[in-house]
């Protein structure tokens, strides 16, 4: 377990290239310069299900033995105390996409298996490859603002949903974008620090 010593922070994507930019300051020992876009650094993000809860939320997370291809479910956590399975390393990519890899295992890729795009598609883990199915756009809920919506790279009309509705156990997949509380995303900025996770300034949207 990660065990956060502050509430996370739950931001919309408006805030997220302040989020990325705030890491980039902080990778060059405190400099307040901070570029942008993001100068490419890496941040530490939790992607809770259309909550803000400080207490529970269904957060992303992989599934059983975390090893290539294990599928992608949503999981019931404390946010003060995340399981390194609910962390991603989220690192922006020179054409506006971002890239998911797994903080227990950053060989590992967030991955929409063998690039197939369309409604129902479970998604998993996979050796990281640079591929399209690879990566992902990070922007705003078009229906829920104080949310993010989560695409395909390939296929921006689709939105990573939970399928089912949200509850314990039930896959994140692709599906057709649309007005659902289940394509709602609230993401939690996560830093680490000897060892201890601990959650990052609160920025003002």
């Known amino acids: 377990m990660h065990r956060l010593t ?3 922070l739950l931001i919309t994507a408006v805030a997220l290239a302040a989020a990325l930019s705030t890491a980039a300051a902080a990778a060059t020992n405190g400099s307040s310069t901070a570029a942008a876009p993001a100068a490419r650094a890496p941040t530490l993000l939790a992607f ?3 909550s803000t809860s400080t207490t529970s939320a ?5 599934k059983g033995h975390g090893g290539r ?3 992608i479910i949503v999981s019931p956590a404390n946010p003060r105390s995340l399981p390194s399975k609910d962390i991603w390393v989220v690192k922006p990519n020179r054409n506006g996409t971002f ?3 797994a903080f227990y295992n950053q060989a590992l890729c967030l991955n929409v298996p063998a690039s197939r795009y369309r409604s129902g598609i479970a998604l998993n883990v996979w050796t990281c490859t640079g591929g399209a199915n690879q990566k992902f756009l990070i922007t705003e809920s078009p229906y829920s603002p104080q949310y993010s ?3 395909p790279y390939p296929a921006a009309s689709l939105c ?3 399928s089912r509705g949200i509850a314990a156990g039930h896959p994140v997949i692709e599906f057709g974008c649309n007005s659902a509380k289940y394509e709602n995303w609230a993401l939690g900025v996560v830093t680490v620090s000897g060892g201890a996770a601990k959650s990052a300034p609160t920025p003002r949207l």
Not at 58 to 62: P, Q, T
């Open 6 to 8: 502050r509430i996370p």
């Open 69 to 71: 291809g294990s599928r």
């Open 149 to 151: 919506a989560l695409r």
């Open 48 to 50: 809770a299900a259309n």
């Open 160 to 162: 990573l949903a939970v």
């Open 58 to 62: 269904n957060f992303i997370n992989v």
């Open 99 to 101: 890239t998911l890899r």
